[in-house]
């Protein structure tokens, strides 16, 4: 499966954005998809996943700001970021793992998509 993620922007704090992961190649509806983010010089960290069964995992840093979401006829997952922060910024990149549930170690994630820029300004 190929992902390319895209919907990234400058925005101002406290504004929102909404990341979209398409797939190609494969249908998402039996991968699990997962959010990461990179600042600059720092790791690569989980941000949010969804199951193909629709269950979610967030991380503490997002929880009540971000939301993940899936339309597998789109063949997309979305993330929802709002009252964002500057502390946000970041690339983001969503990833896909087949038929196993979320994990939190990018180890865990074959495919990626090639990441899409987050800055907030505050």
């Known amino acids: 499966v190929q992902l390319q993620a895209s919907g990234g922007g400058l925005v101002q704090a406290g504004d929102s954005l909404r990341l979209s992961c398409a797939a190609s190649?494969?249908?998402?509806?039996?991968?699990?998809v997962a959010w990461f983010r990179q600042a600059p010089e720092k790791e690569r960290e989980f941000v949010v996943g969804?199951?193909?069964?629709?269950?979610?995992d967030v991380t503490d840093s997002v929880k009540g700001r971000f939301t993940v979401s899936r339309d597998n006829a789109q063949n997309r997952v979305y993330l929802q970021m709002n009252s964002l922060k500057p502390e946000d910024t970041a690339v983001y990149f969503c990833?896909?793992?087949?038929?196993?549930?979320?994990?939190?170690?990018?180890?865990?994630?074959?495919?990626w998509g090639q990441g899409t820029q987050v800055t907030v300004s505050s």
């Open positions: 990833a896909a793992r087949y038929n196993t549930l979320v994990a939190r170690a990018t180890s865990r994630y074959p495919y």
């Open positions: 190649g494969r249908t998402l509806s039996s991968y699990a």
């Open positions: 969804i199951n193909w069964s629709g269950s979610t």
